[in-house]
């Protein structure tokens, strides 16, 4: 099985890319919508490169009314990356600790 790396294409503007893929990954979605980081985001090191990002992304809302129906008219298998903030997480982790 094919598939990109989350956040490394986007079909939407290299549509005839995505449909050689078995599967087309989403870059990564949050609750909310995020800008990233400022600038620098990538550095190279003796030891290769970092990267912070920051999930730029429009948030589920956005993705789910405007990008999703348009993912979907390419008639081609895709898979969101959906991502959980810190709070969420740390929640959930209090709670699941609760309850076993």
């Known amino acids: 099985m094919l598939l990109n790396a989350s ?5 939407l503007v290299a ?3 995505a449909r050689t893929l078995d599967v087309f990954v989403t870059k990564t979605i949050t609750p909310l919508p995020r800008e990233g980081n400022a600038p620098p985001r990538i550095a190279e090191t003796p030891h290769g490169m970092l990267n912070s990002i920051g ?5 589920r809302e956005h993705f789910l009314s405007a990008h ?3 993912l979907r008219a390419l008639g081609m298998p895709s ?3 959906p991502a959980a903030t810190m709070r969420r997480r740390a ?3 209090r709670t ?5």
């Open 55 to 59: 999930l730029a992304n429009p948030g």
């Open 15 to 17: 549509p005839e890319v």
């Open 96 to 100: 699941s600790t609760r309850s076993s």
């Open 79 to 81: 898979a969101a990356f």
């Open 68 to 70: 999703l129906p348009r």
């Open 7 to 11: 956040g490394c294409l986007d079909a």
């Open 91 to 93: 929640r959930r982790s």
